[in-house]
């Protein structure tokens, strides 16, 4: 089966999950959930380097537990390469699970949800000030991945229409 994979990611309250859910109906296929949103929600201590692992895990499967269920195309609401990143701010770091998976589990295209949005308060949400320092290294992170992606603004309904015009470009290559 020939699934395109697309990615939704990008900084803090961008909308992914709102626009990744908008997109499985749009496409009428499944979309994967962000694994580490249930997990954190459990979490009663600050995240550790074992739940990033965990959530790396947790994603990788969930993931591949929703392929099968795909209509052509698998949304996904965020990627492990999430863990990465925040391992480097937190820790300085990235585990060495993730660094392997980065090259042999790549997404078709990304869409990286830009930082014009309002910052909406959520208890599993850390960095209102930093959106502009993770914007800027999500941009790093998928040049430096080779990733073929497409900056999506706008409000709701904007953002909608801006990818499901980008996913289309792309299908249609």
Not at 26 to 55: A, G, H
Request: charged share 25%.
């Amino acid at each position: 089966m020939n699934i395109k994979k697309v990615a939704i990611v990008g900084p803090e309250s961008t909308g992914k999950s709102t626009l990744s859910e908008q997109l499985g109906r749009y496409y009428q296929t499944i979309w994967v959930p962000e694994f580490s949103r249930d997990y954190c929600s459990k979490l009663t201590e600050p995240c550790t380097w074992q739940d990033e692992l965990n959530m790396f895990y947790g994603q990788l499967d969930l993931e591949e537990q929703l392929v099968p269920e795909a209509n052509g195309l698998l949304i996904c609401d965020t990627t492990f390469i999430t863990v990465k990143i925040w391992c480097d701010h937190i820790f300085g770091r990235s585990p060495e699970e993730v660094l392997k998976e980065l090259s042999t589990h790549p997404y078709d295209f990304y869409l990286l949800m830009d930082i014009d949005l309002p910052w909406q308060e959520d208890p599993l949400r850390d960095f209102p000030d930093l959106r502009e320092h993770f914007m800027q290294i999500w941009h790093q992170e998928l040049q430096a991945l080779g990733a073929r992606y497409e900056v999506i603004s706008g409000d709701k309904d904007k953002r909608l229409r801006n990818a499901v015009r980008a996913i289309d470009r792309f299908l249609a290559v």
